[in-house]
């Protein structure tokens, strides 16, 4: 079996939490890969967030991770749906992408290219996971490293059109990698998108890399080797420098809530609390 590096195990956590979330009568989904594909790591994974969110005795400080999973991935998937309904679509980019099962578990017209990018150990790992699971759409991976030189190239070898317009989704990844390698990581994506792309991504803001109370959480993600290291608390100006025009809502928001946030959210103008926000929208 492949052997996944600290971040890519996170991925892990994430098909973790959608088994449970596949499992609950009421689910804002369902992926009948991601038992599969997290495997006999899943219970621990969801135990150690678990204790962190959930202390035994104490009042929950943390936001509820399984709410929040589940928030997250029903937001993206109607985003990825509704960019796939509109007739100019016809490439959409996941990287990194992860456990992902969006390939095989949602309909996708037939004019759609589905590129997932990650390292060859990812999509190796997933592969033997999946089982020969066929995807619903003309699906091609792209073997590489997203810190690395030339992902582009690669990206057109398979057949990806930077000419066209394009859907992106960055998926639990910008908070994981150092402020330099996220603006570095929207130049790039925005060089290769042409006018009208669309692009979602969810990002912390800074306050939750430091707040006390975020502490037990923080710890498990730094404890596994992948400490989250970036946030904003403008995330539609990061995104603008790089030519998108983008909304970013938080989980309780309308649109971003699905009946399932626990918790208040303060006003924007509010400092020093945690947020995370999905941000969405298109290249000028």
């Known amino acids: 079996m492949p052997v996944l590096n600290p971040v890519e195990r996170t991925a892990l956590l994430t098909?973790?939490?959608?088994?449970?979330?596949?499992?609950?009568?009421?689910?804002?989904?369902?992926?009948?890969?991601?038992?599969?594909?997290v495997g006999e790591a899943g219970p621990e994974?969801?135990?150690?967030?678990?204790?962190?969110?959930?202390?035994?005795?104490?009042?929950?400080?943390l936001p509820s991770t399984p709410d929040y999973n589940a928030?997250?991935?029903?937001?993206?998937?109607?985003?990825l749906q509704e960019a796939a309904r509109a007739p100019e679509t016809t490439q959409i980019v996941l990287a990194p992408a992860g456990m992902d099962s969006?390939?095989?578990?949602?309909?996708?017209?037939?004019?759609?290219?589905?590129?997932?990018v990650d390292r060859q150990a990812v999509l190796d790992f997933k592969a033997e996971r999946l089982g020969?699971?066929?995807?619903?759409?003309?699906?091609?991976?792209?073997?590489?490293?997203?810190t690395s030189d030339g992902w582009e190239d690669r990206l057109a070898a398979a057949g990806y059109d930077p000419s066209v317009p394009s859907t992106w989704l960055l998926e639990g990844l910008l908070y994981y990698i150092p402020e330099a390698d996220?603006?570095?990581?929207?130049?790039?994506?925005?060089?290769?998108?042409?006018?009208?792309?669309?692009?979602?991504?969810?990002?912390?803001?800074?306050?939750?890399?430091?707040?006390?109370?975020?502490?037990g959480l923080l710890?498990?993600?730094a404890g596994w080797g992948c400490p989250w290291?970036?946030?904003?608390?403008?995330?539609?100006?990061?995104?603008?420098?790089?030519?998108?025009?983008?909304?970013?809502?938080?989980?309780?928001?309308?649109?971003?809530?699905f009946g399932r946030w626990p918790d208040p959210v303060p006003p924007r103008a509010v400092r020093r609390v945690r947020r995370v926000f999905f941000v969405h929208g298109r290249r000028r």
């Open 219 to 221: 710890d498990v993600f």
């Open 45 to 61: 994974l969801l135990r150690e967030i678990r204790e962190a969110t959930f202390p035994p005795g104490r009042p929950r400080t």
């Open 182 to 215: 996220a603006h570095r990581m929207l130049e790039r994506v925005a060089a290769v998108s042409a006018p009208g792309s669309r692009i979602a991504a969810d990002i912390v803001n800074a306050a939750a890399l430091t707040l006390p109370h975020m502490r």
């Open 132 to 146: 020969g699971a066929e995807p619903r759409v003309d699906h091609r991976t792209v073997a590489v490293d997203l």
């Open 15 to 37: 098909a973790a939490l959608r088994a449970a979330e596949t499992r609950r009568e009421d689910r804002l989904y369902e992926d009948p890969y991601a038992a599969g594909l």
């Open 102 to 116: 969006r390939a095989y578990r949602l309909p996708w017209p037939g004019r759609v290219r589905y590129f997932e």
């Open 71 to 79: 928030i997250r991935t029903r937001f993206f998937d109607d985003f």
């Open 229 to 257: 290291v970036f946030g904003t608390d403008e995330p539609e100006d990061l995104f603008a420098r790089y030519g998108f025009d983008v909304r970013a809502v938080q989980p309780g928001e309308p649109g971003a809530d």
